[in-house]
Nanobody, 124 residues
Framework: QVQLVESGGGLVQAGGSLRLSCAASGRTFSSYAMGWFRQAPGKEREFVAVISASGATTNYADSVKGRFTISRDNAKNTVLLQMNSLKVEDAGVYFC?????????????????WGQGTQVTVST
């Protein structure tokens, strides 16, 4: 019962920063863990980051740890992904996803709802 809409993608130079936003519908947003995944051309969808329903816990892929920060504002039904020190290999379509009781948080199959994706392009 959650609709997700990502925004904030675009073109950024390597080393730069980008802030992605995911707006969720419904009053039950706070019941869902929220994850970010990305998919580069010809590659499988890859886990990026997740934040628990309460916002108390976050986890990151090793490849982005220390550079990306996930956060949420349950009052605004919004999840953010702050991406710093972007690398060429960070490029791809970024998806936000909502999962109810998503214990295996790095697996796409754990998530129940997905946004449409937003393109992130990193130039050299």
């Amino acid at each position: 019962q959650v609709q997700l809409v990502e925004s904030g993608g675009g073109l950024v130079q390597a080393g730069g920063s980008l802030r992605l936003s995911c707006a969720a519908s419904g009053r039950t947003f706070s019941s869902y863990a929220m994850g970010w995944f990305r998919q580069a051309p010809g590659k499988e969808r890859e886990f990026v980051a997740v934040i628990s329903a309460s916002g108390a816990t976050t986890n990151y892929a090793d490849s982005v740890k220390g550079r990306f920060t996930i956060s949420r504002d349950n009052a605004k039904n919004t999840v953010l992904l702050q991406m710093n020190s972007l690398k060429v290999e960070d490029a791809g379509v970024y998806f936000c996803a909502a999962g109810y009781d998503a214990d295996t948080w790095n697996v796409p199959e754990e998530y129940d709802y997905w946004g449409q994706g937003t393109q992130v392009t990193v130039s050299t």
